[in-house]
Antibody
Framework: QVTLKESGPVLVKPTETLTLTCTVS??????????VSWIRQPPGKALEWLAH???????SYRTSLKTRLTISKDTSKSQVVLTMTNMDPVDTATYFC?????????????????WGQGILVTVSS | DIQMTQSPSSLSASVGDRVTITCRAS??????LGWYQQKPGKAPTRLIY???TLQSGVPSRFSGSGFGTEFTLTISSLQPEDFATYYC????????FGQGTKVEI
């Protein structure tokens, strides 16, 4: 049974760095084709793809946020970590992680099939 | 980045209606597109991938079509559980979502 679960702070202050962790089970981050993405959704708004990481450690970032995002993984812990620097109130959103059945290098050849439940992060002083 | 223009942004329909939602890509994306359904407070669920392949377990009243720049999601006979927001997502290059279509009663 494939599951993903997001964890991290639910409240951060402006200018702080956000660190979110996605813990997966039911599959391995070392599986040859699997990738994991981070996607966010501001309240009442559309989904936004933030970043993804492939099985061979290829990474890709949302162009507009590239300087603020870092994605990494710890295969032994079954975790994918997203950091976002210099948080702003406009970054208030529900953050989801999702599995992608086939990613290689920086390209994903499939769409997310399993998603975490999401974590609402509020940016406020 | 490839822009996905989804229409309409919302629609009102009744149980039993046929519903069509469209996504247009700013450049050709072959069939690298899928459709998701999202209910309030929940994560999206995948309905269609490869533009027209039905996800296992998804009712056959859902169908997808299109290639290149224009794509449609059709619900042949709307059911009460189908009232939700629908998103398209392309993955030819860096993935981008459409803006969503809210299907209301």
């Amino acid at each position: 049974q494939v599951t993903l679960k997001e964890s991290g702070p639910v409240l951060v202050k402006p200018t702080e760095t956000l660190t979110l962790t996605c813990t997966v089970s039911g599959f391995s981050l070392s599986d040859a084709r699997v990738g994991v993405s981070w996607i966010r959704q501001p309240p009442g708004k559309a989904l936004e793809w933030l970043a993804h990481i492939s099985s061979n450690d290829g990474k890709s970032y949302r162009t507009s946020l590239k300087t603020r995002l870092t994605i990494s993984k710890d295969t032994s812990k079954s975790q994918v970590v997203l950091t976002m620097t210099n948080m702003d109130p406009v970054d208030t959103a529900t953050y989801f992680c999702a599995r992608i059945p086939y990613c290689r290098n920086t390209i994903c050849y499939d769409l997310p099939d399993f998603w975490g439940q999401g974590i609402l992060v509020t940016v406020s002083s | 980045d490839i822009q996905m223009t989804q229409s309409p942004s919302s629609l009102s329909a009744s149980v039993g209606d046929r519903v069509t939602i469209t996504c247009r890509a700013s450049q050709g994306i072959r069939d690298d597109l899928g459709w998701y359904q999202q209910k309030p407070g929940k994560a999206p669920t995948r309905l269609i991938y490869g533009a027209s392949t039905l996800q296992s377990g998804v009712p056959s009243r859902f169908s997808g079509s299109g290639f290149g720049t224009e794509f449609t999601l059709t619900i042949s006979s709307l059911q009460p559980e189908d009232f939700a927001t629908y998103y398209c997502l392309q993955h030819t290059t860096y993935p981008t979502f459409g803006q969503g279509t809210k299907v209301e009663i």
